[in-house]
């Protein structure tokens, strides 16, 4: 049983995701979170649709309700399952509560309840989303009904950031939700990305052969990334003149596929593992929004990259330095891909650049000496 004798959130993640055994970024992402707040001193009561979220640790306790397709997530604020288990979980939280709420879905109840029970509430989001879906970076379920989503979100988004506080994924982010809702800025907080940090040891790679290999990974599912695998098969692959290269690209969902100097692996388990056998990292993003986590798995392992704006955005990469950062996918994208061939010594400044980076701002202990530090001093 947990104690909820002091304080307590109730943490809403509507989307179906197991975020107390993360193994997307995004579920990472709320997991730290969660975390943090457990660190300062609060227990917490998920609500979720995933039967797979389960938790060992006292101060935190889960509790799962069906969607029915999806309906009940759209719908939140209706659906009676949902309904009962945040009644049980109020009564269960005594005193001091605070509502979180992951993502835009149920921000209109959520909204109206904070006000009912005086509570405050934080909406975490992980990217301002309209206008993730006024560009379309959806995954391949949203697609369909995209016409409907975009506007039914939008208003969900207006809602949500009527929050006491926003936890932001990045000062782009933080400024986007200012510009374009007139929030004040000291009502959102920067919550920056982490992974857990590989060790050292595990990022060293032992070159078994003199093919070059150049790695693309992420969720097939979601459309970005499909048009950035497509760029890699049709464009990148076949653009570039060396002989001796290999380009690799794995992922949730994605086919196993051979053509030429292009891989498609399928998903893989050990993802930094992986990483940690290629020398060369390449994110190809035309559209995506908030902060791209498969770049924290390239730094994290030292992998030099060749991204474009928008893969970069939300990070704090000097081009040149941690990364090399152009503006599309065209020519220069193939020059700079053939520059870190042709150049192993710069392969290994930026990989080296972009791990001191990643252990400065992005890993999951030095943040955390932050938050312990920044408690001491509170």
Request: aromatic share 8%; proline share 4%; glycine share 6%.
């Amino acid at each position: 049983m947990v104690d909820t004798s002091e304080k307590a959130i109730i943490l809403i993640s509507p989307i179906r995701g197991d975020i107390l055994n993360p193994k997307k970024g995004g579920e990472v992402y709320v997991r730290l979170i969660i975390d943090d707040f457990i660190k300062q001193g609060n227990t917490i009561i998920v609500l979720t649709p995933s039967y797979q979220s389960t938790s060992n640790n006292k101060k935190v306790l889960c509790y799962t309700f069906p969607t029915f397709g999806g309906i009940g997530t759209l719908m939140l604020g209706l659906n009676v399952f949902y309904l009962l288990i945040l009644i049980k979980a109020i009564k269960q939280a005594k005193r001091k509560l605070k509502l979180v709420l992951n993502g835009p879905f149920g921000a209109i109840s959520t909204y109206v309840l904070s006000k009912i029970l005086n509570a405050e509430m934080i909406y975490i989001a992980h990217n301002v989303e309209a206008d993730r879906y006024s560009e379309k970076s959806v995954f391949e379920h949203e697609a369909t009904f995209l016409w409907a989503l975009s506007s039914i979100v939008t208003l969900l988004e207006t809602f949500a950031v009527k929050a006491d506080k926003i936890i932001a994924i990045s000062k782009t982010d933080k400024k986007r939700f200012v510009e374009r809702y007139r929030i004040p800025p000291e009502k959102i907080e920067i919550h920056q990305p982490r992974i857990i940090t590989p060790n050292s040891q595990n990022v060293k790679r032992e070159r078994k052969s003199k093919n070059i290999k150049i790695v693309f990974h992420g969720s097939y599912q979601y459309l970005p990334n499909r048009e950035a695998v497509k760029l890699i098969r049709k464009y990148i692959s076949k653009s570039t003149s060396y002989e001796n290269v290999q380009f690799l690209v794995f992922g949730s969902g994605s086919p196993k596929t051979h053509e030429g100097k292009f891989r498609s692996l399928g998903f893989v388990d050990d993802i930094h593992k992986f990483l940690s056998s290629c020398d060369i990292a390449v994110v190809p993003l035309k559209r995506g929004a908030g902060v791209k986590i498969k770049m924290l798995d390239y730094m994290a392992v030292g992998l030099p990259i060749v991204t474009t704006k928008k893969g970069a955005e939300g990070l704090e990469l000097a081009n040149g330095k941690h990364a090399i950062i152009v503006d599309d996918v065209n020519e220069e994208f193939i020059k700079a891909i053939e520059y870190l061939i042709e150049n192993p010594k710069i392969r290994k400044k930026l990989g080296h650049n972009a791990r001191g980076l990643f252990e400065k701002g992005y890993s999951e202990r030095e943040i955390e000496k932050k938050i312990i530090a920044k408690m001491v001093v509170l």
